[in-house]
């Protein structure tokens, strides 16, 4: 149905330019020059009520009077005529519609009104599907139609490029004539007030013609559509995406650790790595991308091998190759063998295989060859410097010979200027791709693998509870919301432990009292050694004010640390209202290591999870992953593998392995914690500590999202 009604946009037989005018320099002049010269072979209507003709073509005065329904009409009026102009279309029958028109939402508040009655006009038309307003226009190379203000006609071919900002087509395009790469469809989305991402996706992930589909994303607004058409479509067809604006000068004031470090840019990369997507940090690396993933040999891993004749370009190529998280392969014994027969004795002996300034196109293909074998190699990069006994073009062709023998991913590195043309072009044709310095082609390597990494995520959906609760979590939903979260804003720390701990997870519990007597007699009850903590609803951190006191190990250290803490938090905080001091068992964290474990609640993508390096230095070092809840074991795991602590966690050194199969299961009790309650805006558990024996949460702090508290909201309505 969808379907169908886009193929008015994208596949029209007549269509309406509303606007036109002779000024050759004028969006609606433009427009009808593009179409007119770029070889459409449909029917054009220029509709204008001012004039009789524009460039000699005859004007009809408006969509009624038109001959037959047009599929597609197309406004370039100005915004305060496009309402009314949207009833016109809706009443004559027209199904697709391109608002190129400016000054809409991204012109304040006027144009956000404005947008809401084109949308309000729109509503009477179920069967109307509009693209804009604010935007370049759609360009369709196989059937020649160009209906944009951008010239110039990019070659077909099957990538389908859809962007959120029309000044950037116009670079793209130039772009893409450099870089040879073809078109199925080429869409300005503008403000997407109708047509999204994901609509688009969902079109172009049907159409044939479309292999790989590349996306310039400013900001996603309906990611439920976006979620589902790019998690259907990603697994056959690559899915690129490049997200401007990754670093927003100001994050919004958080009150929890979480709240800070889940930045949106993480959110959206959590998103897209959820979609099985392959996200480019460099906007000139998309074509890279694009071409390599078009030759469509996936990498299983990041395993790489490097075939060189000089060894500057194979160490360069390794840096950044480490430096981007891939490995070097060690080469198997047998291919070492291999290398060994067939060598000169002077080559490297090892990963990256340099076979010497002198190797003729033979040795380089031969070793190449023996090289892709290997089961150990993922992929093989073969870099060429020109050298006195060089032979660039010849080389390239031995090489391009092995491309039909394997299915792994072969690429090349020509460094040089003109006497590498001649071999990149038979590249080219081989289907090999290729890059003109060594970073250019590792980093679309990395992409490679990371993107079939977030493949096999794709098979991950959460299915059942693959743990079992102690209660019933509906009755203590019930409870908690009508007798805990009313208390504060912030919860504190045992009002929050509580909750963590009714969802199996281990935690301290902290004894609240006012009097120097009664913490004396907690402590002796709970057994020393304790820990002291200051209470105080204005108090949520805690350490900030010295309100945390670790190790006291008798009545006279409790005592004293009684009076100290509460005086210096009174001193630090005039203003804090201090209710006494809490009292818990000291753990033993010698053995440990702090991580941080939190949800937050994002107004655009729903609740997301972080797990990361704990403690207080935990926003110093950002060593984190996001992931949207609920969490199955597998997912649970990868988050935890991508931590740059995770070999700590593994027992580092000799050091004795912390209990992760336990650590997977407090990540998943709190995915079910943060699924149950969209009422919880963020949560903090920081610091979780692992043990090899232990999960135990040391400290929580829940930020109850009041707005909800007041306006209940449907069951798992905040997750995506
Ligand atoms: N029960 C405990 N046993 C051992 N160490 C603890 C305990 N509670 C807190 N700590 C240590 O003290 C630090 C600060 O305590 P925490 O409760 O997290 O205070 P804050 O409000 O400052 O985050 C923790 O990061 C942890 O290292
Ligand atoms: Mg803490």
Redesign the pocket.
């Known amino acids: 149905m969808t379907i169908k009604k886009l193929n008015s946009i994208f596949r029209p037989k007549r269509i309406a330019l509303i606007g036109v005018s002779n000024n050759p320099d004028s969006v609606g002049g433009i427009t009808l020059r593009n179409l007119v010269g770029g070889g459409y072979n449909g029917v054009i209507y220029p509709v204008n009520p001012k004039r009789e003709a524009v460039f000699g073509i005859p004007c009809f005065p408006d969509v009624k009077s038109l001959p037959k329904t047009p599929d597609l009409a197309v406004i370039m009026t100005a915004a305060k005529f496009v309402p009314q102009l949207i009833r016109e279309c809706g009443e004559a029958g027209i199904h697709g519609v391109i608002i190129m028109s400016a000054g809409f939402k991204e012109s304040g508040s006027e144009g956000k009104a404005l947008e809401e009655q084109v949308k309000a006009e729109k509503a009477k038309f179920p069967n109307m599907r509009v693209i804009g307003p604010n935007c370049l226009g759609i360009l369709v190379p196989g059937l020649n139609m160009n209906v944009s203000f951008a010239t110039g006609m990019p070659k077909k071919g099957h990538v389908a490029f859809i962007s959120q900002s029309g000044a950037l087509c116009t670079s793209v395009l130039d772009w893409a004539y450099e870089s040879n790469i073809g078109f199925s469809y080429f869409v300005s989305i503008g403000n997407s007030m109708d047509v999204n991402f994901g609509d688009l996706i969902d079109y172009f992930g049907q159409d044939p013609n479309t292999k790989s589909i590349v996306l310039y994303v400013e900001s996603l607004s309906d990611v439920r559509t976006f979620m589902s058409a790019a998690r259907a479509f990603s697994r056959e067809k690559p899915i690129i995406v490049y997200k401007s604006g990754r670093f927003p000068e100001s994050a919004a004031a958080a009150a929890s650790h979480t709240g800070a470090m889940a930045s949106e840019d993480s959110i959206y990369d959590a998103v897209f790595r959820r979609a099985g997507l392959a996200r480019v940090f460099e906007f000139g690396n998309i074509f890279d991308f694009t071409d390599l993933v078009g030759r469509r040999r996936i990498p299983r891993g990041n395993r790489l091998a490097i075939v060189t004749n000089a060894g500057g370009p194979g160490v360069m190529a390794t840096d950044s190759l480490i430096s981007m998280g891939g490995k070097l392969v060690t080469l198997s014994d047998d291919t070492m063998k291999k290398l060994n027969d067939y060598l000169p004795p002077f080559w490297s002996h090892g990963n990256p295989i340099d076979v010497l300034g002198d190797a003729t196109p033979e040795r380089f293909a031969k070793a190449t060859e023996i090289v892709l074998e290997d089961e150990n190699v993922d992929a093989v990069l073969v870099l060429l410097t020109p050298q006195a006994m060089t032979a660039p073009t010849e080389t390239a062709e031995s090489i391009s010979k092995l491309a039909s023998k394997t299915t792994k991913s072969i690429m090349a590195a020509w460094l040089g200027g003109l006497s590498m043309h001649e071999g990149i072009q038979i590249f080219n044709n081989a289907g090999i791709s290729s890059y003109t310095h060594p970073e250019q082609a590792i980093r679309a390597f990395m992409t490679l693998s990371n993107y079939s990494q977030n493949q096999e995520m794709l098979y991950e959906t959460p299915e059942e509870v693959p743990v079992s609760f102690k209660y019933d979590r509906n009755e203590l939903r019930e409870k908690y919301l009508k007798e805990v979260f009313p208390k504060a804003r912030i919860l504190n720390?045992d009002d929050s432990k509580m909750l963590v701990n009714d969802y199996g997870i281990d935690t301290?519990h902290p004894t609240p009292t006012a009097t120097e007597d009664e913490a004396v007699a907690i402590a002796e009850q709970k057994g020393y050694p304790v820990?002291l903590?200051i209470y105080s609803p204005d108090i949520?951190?805690?350490?900030?004010v010295g309100?945390?006191a670790?190790n006291i190990k008798n009545e006279e250290m409790v005592r004293a640390t009684f009076r100290n803490m509460v005086k210096t938090a009174a001193a630090k905080r005039p203003d804090a209202k201090i209710e006494g001091v809490t009292v818990?068992?000291?753990?033993d964290?010698r053995d440990g290591i702090?991580l941080i474990v939190g949800t937050k609640k994002d107004p655009g993508f729903g609740t997301v999870m972080l797990v990361g390096m704990g403690?207080?230095t935990a926003e110093l070092f950002k060593d984190n992953r996001l992931e949207f809840p609920p969490l199955n074991e597998k997912l649970a795991n990868q988050m935890l593998r991508s931590l740059k602590i995770y070999p700590l966690l593994k027992g580092y050194r000799g050091d004795t392995p912390k209990n992760i199969e336990k650590l997977i299961e407090t990540l998943i009790r709190m995915s079910y914690l943060a699924a149950d309650y969209p009422e919880i805006k963020e949560l903090d558990i920081?610091?979780l500590?692992v043990t090899p024996s232990d999960v135990i949460a040391?400290?929580a702090r829940i930020v109850v999202d009041e707005e909800v508290m007041q306006n209940p909201v449907k069951e798992y309505s905040h997750l995506i």
Do not use: R
């Not at 949520?540 to 900030?544: F, P």
């Not at 818990?584 to 753990?587: A, E, G, T």
């Open positions: 720390e301290t820990v903590k949520t951190h805690k350490s900030d309100g945390v670790l818990q068992k000291m753990v964290t702090e403690g207080t920081n610091p500590i040391l400290d």
